[in-house]
Nanobody
Framework: QLQASGGGSVQAGGSLTLSCTAS????????MSWYRQALGKQRELVAF???????TYADSVRGRFTISKENFQNTMHLKMNTMKPEDTAVYYC?????????????WGRGTQVTVSS
C-alpha cells in the first residue's frame, strides 16, 4: 500500500529525492516518516512530518535532508542533499493513521540508496 521510489547510487556531495506514495487507501494519514537501515545496523528514524506540517529530523541529516508532503495527498518526498557515504542504507517510508486511542501503522518496501566516496 506504500511504495517508495527514487533510490539509487550517487557520489558523495550529490543529491537524491525519494518519494512515497500510497495506493488503495481512502483516508489521510496523520503522519508520515522516513526510516533507514544500514547493513548490520538497526532501523533509525530519518525524518517525520505530520498532517499540519510539523517536521523533525535525525541529527545526522538535519540541514541536509528535507521532508515534504503534498497537501491532501498521501504522498511525501525526501530531498537529500550533500549526501555522505554514511547515508548509504535501505530507506523505508512509514505512515500512521490514528483515531481515538487506536492507530494503524503502514510500511512500504525499502529503496536502496548508495553513496560512494
Amino acid at each position: 500500500q506504500l511504495q517508495a521510489s527514487g533510490g539509487g547510487s550517487v557520489q558523495a556531495g550529490g543529491s537524491l529525492t525519494l518519494s512515497c506514495t500510497a495506493s488503495g487507501i481512502d483516508f489521510s494519514f496523520n503522519s508520515m516518516s522516513w526510516y533507514r537501515q544500514a547493513l548490520g545496523k538497526q532501523r533509525e528514524l530519518v525524518a517525520f512530518i505530520n498532517n499540519i506540517g510539523t517536521t523533525t529530523y535525525a541529527d545526522s541529516v538535519r540541514g541536509r535532508f528535507t521532508i515534504s508532503k503534498e497537501n491532501f495527498q498521501n504522498t511525501m518526498h525526501l530531498k537529500m542533499n550533500t549526501m555522505k557515504p554514511e547515508d548509504t542504507a535501505v530507506y523505508y517510508c512509514n505512515a500512521i493513521r490514528t483515531w481515538g486511542t487506536a492507530h494503524q501503522n503502514f510500511w512500504g518496501r525499502g529503496t536502496q540508496v548508495t553513496v560512494s566516496s
